[in-house]
């Protein structure tokens, strides 16, 4: 299972933070990935970030200024930060485990972040 | 890297066929046989129905079906039923670990 947690509302200009807590497995795994998605209210989905176990990562070039994922194996837990938010980055954040090749086969539950003054 | 392209829509009635289609490039859907197809129901996670543009995850059912021609993956659904109607959503490796997605389509059954 995946859980996303963070705050729910972020002011205009901060640094959205988000962690997904990975429970039943080891994000350790050499076989999969992990990774954050999005999805505005009322539109389609949108692929931030993706990083292995390992560190390795790779991120949408529309937001890679402004993204960091990474991973904190002790916890079983991999996080993301987006920064400078503004409004359109309001969405539900969905974080994910990948197979090789992006293919998303498990999904955590969602969590809308508001970004408003 | 650009959204791949699905119709806004498509329609029918129970037990008819519906194909979606997911149209790309050469960089995406075309250069690899990594297409995924996730059904979403509303106020739910997506659910991946089909990877490797064929395969079906344990537990969906054999309606879902998957192909591919060149640019353009599509999803059919055959003996299509009440609880298929949902927004469907394609996707493709990019290379690199890169992930692009098709804007999404709002099957309506009928």
């Known amino acids: 299972q995946l859980q996303e947690s963070g705050p729910g509302l972020v002011k205009p200009s901060e640094t959205l933070s988000l962690t997904c807590t990975v429970s039943g497995g080891s994000i350790s795994s050499t076989s999969y990935y992990w990774g954050w998605i999005r999805q505005p209210p009322g539109k389609g989905l949108e692929w931030i970030a993706t990083i292995h176990y390992s560190g390795s990562t790779s991120y949408n070039p529309s937001l890679k200024s402004r993204v960091f994922i990474s991973v904190d194996t002790s916890k079983n837990q991999f996080s993301l930060k987006l920064s400078s938010v503004t409004a359109a980055d309001t969405a539900v954040y969905y974080c994910a485990r990948l197979a090789g090749f992006g293919e998303l086969f498990f999904w955590g539950q969602g969590t809308l972040v508001t970004v408003s003054s | 890297q650009s959204a791949l392209t699905q119709p806004p829509s498509a329609s029918g009635s129970p037990g008819q066929s519906v194909t979606i289609s997911c149209t790309g490039t050469?960089?995406?859907?075309?250069?690899?046989?990594?297409v995924s197809w996730y059904q979403q129901h509303p106020g739910k996670a997506p659910k991946l129905i089909i990877y490797?543009?064929?395969k079906r995850p344990s537990g969906v059912p054999d309606r879902f079906s998957g192909s591919k021609s060149d640019n353009t993956a599509s999803l059919t659904v055959s003996g299509l039923q009440a609880e298929d109607e949902a927004d469907y959503y394609c996707s493709s490796y990019a290379g690199s670990d890169r992930v692009v997605f098709g804007g999404g389509t709002k099957l309506t059954v009928l």
């Open positions: 490797e543009v064929t």
């Open positions: 050469s960089s995406d859907v075309g250069g690899y046989n990594y």
